[in-house]
């Protein structure tokens, strides 16, 4: 694992993410992870941030609400389609994703939430903020209507990128 800058493949991620990343999240002895598909790289209060959506259905959303970090693996080059094709239709309720995959995990450098390996990019983040999207305040209706016709909102998490590796 080599450190790089936060932003050094910000633009080769962003290009692949809606392929499929995989969020991985621990809470004490459960572990899980799952594919994302939206996220975005960024500066907030002046700090590197991996910004996240879990909806609420998702058994990654109980384990996240438990725990203060995530960590997001990026594979580039189309590897590892049949893993984001399983962990993001299958759930970590009815599963061992791990098990079921053989999936290798590559311990956490800074935090303790483990990489999924042979992925090319790493980020480990510590959840500074998170917020229940609130139709209420104002939503476009179009992507409201798109994205949840059953009210199946996403929580928004806001990670400060802590390391950022090329594996
Ligand atoms: C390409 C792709 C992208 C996805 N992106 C997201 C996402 O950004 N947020 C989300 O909540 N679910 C997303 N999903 C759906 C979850 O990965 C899926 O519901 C998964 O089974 C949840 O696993 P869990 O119940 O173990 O947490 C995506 C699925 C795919 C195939």
Request: hydrophobic share 30%.
């Amino acid at each position: 694992m080599q450190r790089i800058k936060f932003n050094e493949y910000q633009k080769e991620v962003m290009d692949v993410i809606g392929e499929g990343a995989l969020l991985t999240v621990k809470y004490g002895d459960k572990l899980n992870t799952m594919t994302i598909g939206w996220g975005s790289i960024g500066v907030i209060w002046g700090k590197p941030m991996f910004t996240v959506l879990v909806r609420h259905s998702r058994y990654t959303h109980k384990l996240i609400e438990n725990t203060d970090q995530f960590t997001v693996s990026v594979p580039l080059h189309g590897q590892l389609k049949e893993e984001t094709d399983y962990c993001g239709t299958k759930s970590g309720r009815d599963v061992n994703k791990f098990e079921e995959l053989g999936l290798e995990l590559i311990e956490g450098q800074e935090l303790n939430t483990p990489f999924i390996k042979n992925s090319d990019i790493h980020y480990e983040c510590k959840i500074v903020y998170k917020q229940d999207m609130n139709p209420d305040l104002l939503f476009d209706e179009d992507i409201r209507s798109k994205y949840y016709p059953q009210g199946d909102y996403h929580t928004v998490y806001y990670g400060n990128i802590i390391g950022a590796y090329k594996e």
